[in-house]
């Protein structure tokens, strides 16, 4: 079992920019693969970026260039730099961690880009 806590979403106007945190416990995190989602109103689920333990990354379309996953293994914490955010990036955004048997999520945090 994995226990999960997302941190540091907020209010920020187009353009700006900021980082979220999910800190993992429960489990041997250096080999999770670790995840972040997220879901806009009245949308699915969408897999934002993923980031491998061994550390190779993958992102979404619509947010290369501007988003980037990074894990620190010794905390236990995966990250997700958020730049030149839209009003479209508005969302909950979820971290997950993957393992052999199954997904493990956190609660969410929420992110919302407007002027």
């Known amino acids: 079992q994995v226990q999960l806590v997302e941190s540091g979403g907020g209010l920020v106007t187009p353009g700006g920019s900021l980082r979220l945190s999910c800190a993992a416990s429960g489990s041997i995190f250096s080999t999770l693969f670790m995840h972040w989602y997220r879901q806009a109103p009245g949308k699915q689920r969408e897999l934002v970026a993923t980031i491998s333990s061994g550390r190779n990354t993958a992102y979404t379309d619509s947010v290369k260039g501007r988003f980037t996953i990074s894990r620190d293994n010794a905390k236990n914490t995966v990250y997700l730099e958020m730049n030149s955010l839209r009003p479209e990036d508005t969302a909950v955004y979820y971290c997950?961690?993957?393992?052999?048997?199954?997904?493990?999520w956190g609660q969410g945090t929420q992110v919302t880009v407007s002027s």
């Open positions: 997950a961690a993957q393992d052999a048997l199954s997904h493990y």
